[in-house]
């Protein structure tokens, strides 16, 4: 998983500030919770993955009207500016400016040049019916996907060879942070899922996804790469 320290050093997660949200209660609504729109691609078809220099990643999802650009401090939602060549996006001092040559990336603190790795289709519902929020993970093969239409995930362990459907409850949901926790609906059966709005990469193909997902389970701990699933 490439590494994005410098995202620190160039000051943009002071551009999606907020104040840190107590749990939310925990919900018994029949119908599946709205997660955050930054968990999804928009109205993007694909994916793209960024080795910035130094050794750094990026992942962006281009639209006719946004970019949207995951760090590892988080999601921003860029317009498109008036440029004489390339394509140049901005949110107030953040700028995204995709060349011929690459990408440019630049905030008051610094700039990162970027050349394009990889690219991966987004997820649609044709691929995965009923699902609005799918995670997968590796060493040993893992994947979470929730319904669509109720607070139900499918959880798929040590490469498929055990499965459960189960109902979940919502025990934290910060929109603007991109943060959602859900943990099970029955005491039998206890997991928590942790979903985060960061650039990551599959470990073993380097694919990019807009999400960092953590599922705990059964005194282990599963890590890997999500993406929503928009109708």
Known sequence: MFRLHVFAALGLSL???????????????????????????????????WRCSPDQGVVTAAAEDELRVWSTHGAWRL?????????RY??????????????????????????????????????????????RGNEPGW????????????????YGSREQRLPYRVIQMDNEAGRVVLASGRGDT????????????DDMSGEPFPSRVTL????EQYR?????IAP
């Open 79 to 87: 317009t498109p500016a008036v440029v004489a060549g390339g394509e």
């Open 15 to 49: 551009l999606l500030t907020g104040c840190a949200t107590a749990p939310a209660p925990i919900t018994t609504d029949a119908h599946a919770p709205l997660l955050p729109s930054t968990l999804f691609p928009g109205d993007a078809e694909a994916f793209t993955a």
């Open 90 to 135: 901005e949110q107030g001092e953040l700028s995204f400016w995709r060349t011929a040559d690459g990408a440019v990336v630049e905030s008051p603190h610094g700039r990162l040049m970027c050349q394009a790795s990889m690219r991966r289709l987004a997820l649609t519902r044709e691929q995965r019916p009923g699902v609005m929020f799918h995670a």
């Open 190 to 201: 206890p997991f928590e899922l942790r979903i985060e709005a960061r650039a990551c990469f």
């Open 224 to 228: 890997g790469c999500g993406q929503g």
């Open 216 to 219: 705990s389970v059964g005194g």
């Open 143 to 158: 994947m979470a996907s929730l319904a669509h239409d109720r607070p139900e995930v499918l959880l798929s362990l040590d």
